[in-house]
């Protein structure tokens, strides 16, 4: 138990590692708030879907500095964020822009939920019309397969106007009436 | 008219989902893109680790240079150095090659060196600041600039023989 420890203690003594650095001082408060919100907003390029704002690698420590410096120089919000985008593209946005292509993103799951609607929709509507002229009913009229009424003299219900040219109802509708 | 409407939506939509889908195979979601390229290399101004000196890349102006951004504990950094030795040498009246290190200390750097051989002009990136205004997203990563000024292109891996060949002739053209 002793030799694998020691053996791996050994290991790490003389491997490579990368020495902690420490970022520059925060700026006043007002500043340092603007300097973490720009933070948040920036892709750290050497972690997972983190903000350089929540990274704790020393890269993004040196791009928050960049991002300080930059607020220490009066540059705006847009210049800020054009800056790391003219280098590491949009890419580098924790939320795409949007404008152009990206548009697409943030209209294209509406858009495509509206067309799935309409087209279920659509289809229903001829489902239920196509069920309508199948069996020549509504839902308010008596089923055609029920038993005849009680009375023998009652007359069967009037076929809708819909069924009229139907000759094989038509049939039907003379045979019950002999 | 209805049928032909609903049509030409089914179609442009499904139209959309394989030109998204296309574009993006083949691709690698993770690699952070790049877009210096074609534009002037920015400008520093930082330490040289031998002399102690400060040099700026305008010094090198009217040369092509191989820019290397690397660290001492980096694996795949130790593997390519010797490649790095070697091209210094190579094309050493023709190229500037230039290796700048953060991400570490000077200490680790210049032990490194002493074992490794020391043919290039090492400078020390103290803050990252020179990496940020690159754009490096990583090490090891070299960029081969043209004599104009100009980044031709970066290679973000492990250099080889046949690589740095190959850069080094578009950028002395």
């Known amino acids: ?178 | 008219m209805r049928r032909y409407v609903i049509v030409g939506i089914a179609l442009a939509t499904i139209s959309l989902l394989v030109w998204v889908i296309t574009g993006a195979f083949g691709k690698d979601p993770h690699a952070v893109p790049f877009m210096l390229n074609g534009k002037p290399a920015p400008n520093f101004t930082i330490k040289r680790l031998d002399t102690g000196e400060q040099v700026s890349l305008q010094q090198f102006a009217g040369k092509p240079v191989v820019l290397n951004f690397w660290a001492t504990w980096c694996g795949p950094c130790a593997s390519e150095h010797p490649v790095l030795e070697w091209g210094a040498k190579r094309w050493k009246d023709q190229v500037t090659f230039l290796g700048i290190v953060f991400e570490d200390s000077e200490d680790n750097t210049k032990q490194f060196l002493a074992r490794n051989g020391w043919s290039l002009t090492q400078l020390f990136d103290a803050k990252s600041t020179v990496a940020v205004d690159y754009g490096v997203a990583g090490v090891p990563e070299t960029y081969f600039i043209t004599r104009d000024g100009k980044i031709l292109f970066k290679y973000a891996a492990p250099l080889d023989q046949m690589t740095l060949a190959k850069g080094i002739s578009e950028i002395i053209k």
């Open chain 1, 1 to 178: 138990m002793t030799a694998p420890l020691a053996l791996l203690l050994v290991t790490l003594a003389q491997s490579g590692y990368a020495p902690t650095r420490m970022g520059l001082a925060p700026l006043e408060q007002q500043q340092e708030e603007r300097v973490q919100r720009l933070g948040k907003q920036l892709r750290c390029p050497v972690c997972q879907g983190v903000s350089i704002a929540d990274s704790p690698s020393s890269m993004a420590r040196a791009q928050l500095d960049k991002v300080r410096e930059l607020v220490k120089e009066g540059k705006s919000d847009q210049e800020i964020y054009d800056f790391f985008v003219s280098r590491y593209g949009e890419w580098i946005l924790m939320e795409p822009t949007k404008a152009g292509l990206n548009a697409v993103l943030w209209v294209g799951p509406v858009l495509l939920l509206l067309f799935g609607i309409s087209v279920v929709v659509l289809l229903s509507r001829r489902q239920r019309g196509a069920v309508d002229v199948t069996f020549g009913t509504t839902a308010a009229e008596p089923n055609p397969s029920a038993p005849p009424p009680a009375h023998a003299d009652a007359k069967p219900a009037p076929a809708p106007a819909m069924a009229d040219d139907d000759p094989f109802l038509a049939q039907v509708r003379a045979d019950l009436e002999k």
